[in-house]
Each structure stands twice: as C-alpha cells, then as structure tokens.
C-alpha cells in the first residue's frame, strides 16, 4: 500500500500516520521527494480499511497494491 501525503502535510500529519501503521505492526518506508512525500506501508495490508486512512490529515491518495497470484 502506498499513502500519498498533500504538499500541505507538515510533520505532525506524517508522524500520525505512521504511528497508526507501526502500532498495527506495519514496518513503513518513507520516500521524501521536492513535492511530496510517499509512505509505503509494509505487510500484509488486507486488514487496513483505505477509507480509514484517508480521513487523516494530509493525506491525499491510498493506493492498495494487489497481491501476486
């Protein structure tokens, strides 16, 4: 899963998120570019509702990764 934050996130909405996705035992990964900052969250994804994670603050797009077959 990837989390696209909004150029207006600051800090705190980016520690919010990944809080909520380390006290749920996801491992996170953060890519920092000039315009945007992209979280890729790490795990098995299934049980995270994308319509929970859009409610936070900041955040822009949630894009769930299908599985391989």
């Known amino acids: 899963m990837l ?3 909004r150029k207006t996130a600051d800090m705190v909405d980016q520690e919010e998120i990944k ?3 380390i006290d749920r ?3 996170i990964h953060q890519s920092t ?3 945007r900052v992209i979280i890729g969250v790490i ?3 299934e ?3 994308v319509a929970d994670i859009e409610k936070f603050s900041g955040v ?3 894009v769930r990764i299908a599985k391989e077959e």
């Open 3 to 5: 989390i696209v934050m």
């Open 19 to 21: 809080a909520y996705l």
């Open 25 to 27: 035992g996801f491992d």
């Open 33 to 35: 570019g000039a315009n």
């Open 43 to 45: 795990g098995d994804t």
């Open 47 to 49: 049980s995270l509702d």
């Open 60 to 62: 822009l797009q949630v």
